[in-house]
Structures are given as structure tokens and as C-alpha cells.
């Protein structure tokens, strides 16, 4: 079954000696499009509303420690499950991988229900254990898919389209909490109608997941194929992901991958720690808003075809990383100065100075997103086949749950031991680590042979690329980059 599930998956669409498919149309279904759609919806059924429930503060309860340390539970088994992931989706393929990666959302949602009402412990953390097998499979599966899915020159839209869905969860979840939680001006957790409402909706989310096309079946506008090749065995696959790591490129984009969602712990943390419950989800819903706009502005930038892929890279890579720098700083005045007070800070939208504070946590979130949207489309900018897809998902994945678990983990301490302006500084000092090895990667995209090009072009055979070009009577208007070369 396995050899030939690989050997399935690397056959598109039939296309006729044009390049169009015999049946003359795509099928809608079948588009790249309505698949990073479904993806969109399931990014916004789990991930999104799990979100949502963390951007209430540490999963909306009224102490965040105990539920930090849960969720570093749940990012340390991610990033085993994302050393093998590859290996297990070619057992059981890209699809139903990412349908079973669907399942334990839901009874995640449901732990942290029985923590905030019965006082249970043992089974959040029976549930972060079970999510964190099981997430771990959907992260890899669904990174894959938002890489190798889309046609080469919309990667931008379709990343901030993808992104925006789970911060559309985000939003809705912000929004949700707020009208349930609008009466409470004090702080604690949230009302435990939010959970239901939130369980009620993740349930849904492996049979969305179900209406994902497989790689071979997906009709791509431009009629290229998608090429994701599954390993043969766990031995081969796993000398295949020590080659992948030992890249010049990936080595040095690693710092960047860690550090890219090691602020998620401490804006979450700090939501829960200064904020009334009605104020956190205020925050959570105002800061989704931003995350879309900003996220789709990038995005557009990023396709831009006017402007070389070297000066898209670097001037987002300049912009986001001199935002960050300036929002840390900006929380480190904030945090030392709640942390002089004799009493602690709780600030509602009717406290003075609530703007000053709230918006430490709404632009950390804005600068968490576009920071996420970028790394994705530059590693798909060094992706040179079809066949790394999948473990270039597993590498971003692993290291991404990696940061989380030890992040979490930091944030799980008290802050009598370990205040926040302690967390700011750990996140300052990843952040600027990891500027100068992106940046000889950075500095070098779409660049060939001395030329900064307008195009990319990967994942895909040249010789049916040409061929198809001579069939249409077409020739080349820009010169393109393959990282292969």
C-alpha cells in the first residue's frame, strides 16, 4: 500500500498535448483554490478557535501557569510527532492524515471546560497529551498542503488567505467571549458557556477536512502538477530529513523558524495576567481585525510581480523585524512599569491607561502574524522539489513546537519567581539572535547568477515546462530563479 500510495500521489490531472484538462474546464472542487478553502475553514475551526481561547490568556483561565505548562505538554510531543510525520503520512496519506489531525481539537477545548468548572487537572492533561500527537500530525499536513497547493505566483494571497482564516477564528472566538463574558469587570476565567460554544463548532472539523482533494487530483489554474512524493521506508526518509537539515539555507533560517512563535506564551500570558476578563477578549477581537489587514497587505506585496523577488524578501524582512524590534522594547517599559507597582495592575477598558497596555498585546499579535506569513513564503522560496515539501513542513513545524514548548514553559513559572520582563528579555534575546544568520539567507533570494529575477520557479520538471511554453507559442517574459540550481 504504501509504495503504491507514493507512487499515486505524484500523478496529476489528465491534460491533454495543450496543457488543458480533457474535459476542457477544471472541476471547482478540485481547484487549488477550493482546497487551501477548505484548509482556510479548518485553520479556522481548530487552530483558529484554539486560538481564541489562548488570546483570552492562558486558555481563558483565571490562572495562566497551570495551563502554560499543559500547553508546553502539547508542543514538546509535536515536535516528535513532527520528526516522523512524514513517514506516518505516507502510511495513511496527505488527506487522512490531515482529517485525523483534526480530531483532538474538540477535546482540548472540553479539558480546559472541565478545569474552569470541576477543578479537573488530569484530564487536560490526558487531552494535551492526545492533542499533542494528533495536532502535531494536522501542523505538518496542513503546512504542507498551504506550500505545495497553490500556483507558484499566488503563494502571498493564498498564505494571508490561510493565515486570515484562523485569525477569522480568532476573531469570532474574541467576539463570542466578549458577549458572553460582557458583564464581567473583574478579573478570572471566562464563562464556561464560551467553551461549549467553541466545542460545538471544532466537532465539525475532520468532516470539513474530509472534503480535501489528494495532491494528484488538484487542478492548478497554470495546469502544473503538484508534486509531494511520500517516503518508501522510516530509514530512508529519516537520512533523507539529516540531508534537508544539513542545507546551508535551513541551518541558517532554524534560529529564525524558533523565534518566529516564541512570543505566542508571553503576549497570552500577559493577556491574562493585567486584563479583566471582558477587556481580554476585546484585546483578542480588536487584534484579529489588525492581524487580517496586515497579513493581506504583505501578502500582496510578496506576489508582487513589479518588484524583484530580492528587494520583496528584504524590505519585508527589514519592516517586520525593526517592527518587532520596537514593540519589545515598548513591552519591557510596560512590564517594568506594572511590575514597580506595589499591586499588580487589572485593567479594564474603563481604567485609565487600559490603551497603553492593551496595546502591547494587539501589536505583539500583529507582529507574531506577519512575521508567521513571511517565514512561510520564504521557505517555500528554497524549497527545490516536490519530494521536500513534506519534510520542509516537519522542519518548520518541529522547530516552531520546539520555541512553543520551551516558551510555554518559561511563561508556566509564577511570576513572583519570573516576571514577565524576564520572558521579554528570553523573546529579545531569540529575536535578535537570529537577524544575521536570516540574513545571509535573505540577502541572497532571487538572485541568479548576478540578476535579482522577477520570478520563481520550483517544484516543478523544466523540460514540461518548456514544453508546454513551445506548445503555446509562448516564450519566457521574465527571467525565473529554481533553487535547484
Not at 507597582?341 to 499579535?365: A, H, K, N, Q, S
Amino acid at each position: 500500500m504504501p509504495e503504491k500510495a507514493e507512487q499515486m500521489e505524484a500523478v496529476p490531472y489528465q491534460q491533454d498535448s495543450e496543457g488543458s484538462s480533457k474535459a476542457g474546464k477544471r472541476t471547482w472542487y478540485r481547484t487549488s483554490f477550493f482546497n487551501i478553502t477548505v484548509v482556510a475553514i479548518c485553520a479556522f475551526i481548530a487552530p483558529g478557535l484554539w486560538a481564541a481561547i489562548n488570546g483570552l490568556g492562558a486558555g481563558g483561565a483565571a490562572s495562566p501557569y497551570y495551563v502554560n505548562t499543559a500547553n508546553s505538554v502539547i508542543f514538546v510531543l509535536q515536535f516528535v510527532v513532527c520528526i516522523f510525520g512524514s513517514w506516518v503520512i505516507a502510511r495513511i496519506g496527505l488527506k487522512w492524515a490531515f482529517v485525523s489531525g483534526m480530531t483532538c481539537f474538540p477535546v482540548y477545548a472540553s479539558a480546559l471546560y472541565c478545569n474552569v468548572k470541576f477543578g479537573n487537572t488530569w484530564y487536560l492533561m490526558l487531552a494535551c497529551v492526545l492533542d499533542g500527537v494528533f495536532s502535531g500530525i494536522f501542523w505538518l499536513t496542513e503546512g504542507a498542503i498551504v506550500l505545495a497547493y497553490p500556483e507558484k505566483n499566488k503563494r502571498g494571497v493564498y498564505l494571508a488567505y490561510w493565515l486570515a482564516s484562523r485569525i477569522i477564528g480568532q476573531a469570532i472566538g474574541g467576539s463570542v467571549a466578549l458577549g458572553v463574558n460582557l458583564g464581567s469587570d473583574e478579573k478570572g476565567h471566562i464563562s464556561v458557556n464560551t467553551y461549549l460554544i467553541f466545542i460545538s463548532i471544532q466537532a465539525l472539523g475532520p468532516f470539513v477536512a474530509a472534503l480535501l482533494s489528494p495532491p494528484h487530483k488538484v487542478q492548478r489554474s497554470d495546469h502544473t502538477k503538484v508534486k509531494i512524493f511520500l517516503p518508501h521506508g522510516l530509514n530512508t526518509e529519516l537520512k533523507a530529513m539529516w540531508k534537508l537539515m544539513r542545507r546551508k539555507e535551513i541551518l541558517l533560517l532554524l534560529p529564525m523558524i524558533f523565534q518566529s512563535v516564541f512570543s505566542e506564551a508571553f503576549f497570552s500570558t500577559y493577556n491574562a495576567t493585567y486584563f479583566t476578563v471582558r477587556s481580554r477578549a476585546l484585546a483578542s477581537l480588536v487584534g484579529s481585525i489588525c492581524v487580517i489587514c496586515m497579513n493581506f497587505i504583505l501578502g500582496f506585496w510578496l506576489d508582487s510581480k513589479r518588484i524583484t523577488v530580492n528587494a520583496r524578501a528584504v524590505f519585508a524582512f527589514v519592516f517586520i523585524y525593526a517592527f518587532e524590534l520596537s514593540l519589545w522594547v515598548y513591552a519591557m517599559v510596560i512590564n517594568k512599569e506594572y511590575e514597580a507597582r506595589t499591586v499588580p495592575p487589572v485593567l479594564d477598558w474603563t481604567t485609565e491607561g487600559f490603551g497603553r497596555g492593551v496595546c502591547v498585546y494587539i501589536l505583539l499579535l500583529v507582529g507574531f502574524n506577519l512575521m508567521y506569513d513571511y517565514l512561510y513564503w520564504l521557505i517555500g522560496t528554497v524549497n527545490k522539489n516536490g519530494g521536500e515539501i513534506i519534510r520542509l513542513s516537519a522542519v518548520i513545524r518541529g522547530i516552531e513546537s520546539c520555541g512553543q514548548a520551551i516558551s510555554y514553559g518559561i511563561n508556566s513559572i509564577h511570576q513572583e519567581r519570573f516576571p514577565l520582563s524576564g520572558a521579554v528579555a528570553v523573546n529579545m534575546s531569540f529575536f535578535l539572535a537570529c537577524i544575521i544568520p536570516a540574513a545571509f539567507v535573505i540577502l541572497e533570494v532571487g538572485i541568479v547568477d548576478g540578476v535579482k529575477v522577477h520570478a520563481i520557479m520550483q517544484d516543478e520538471d523544466e523540460e514540461e515546462i518548456e514544453e508546454r511554453r513551445q506548445a503555446e507559442g509562448r516564450t519566457p517574459t521574465v527571467q525565473t530563479w529554481n533553487p535547484a540550481k
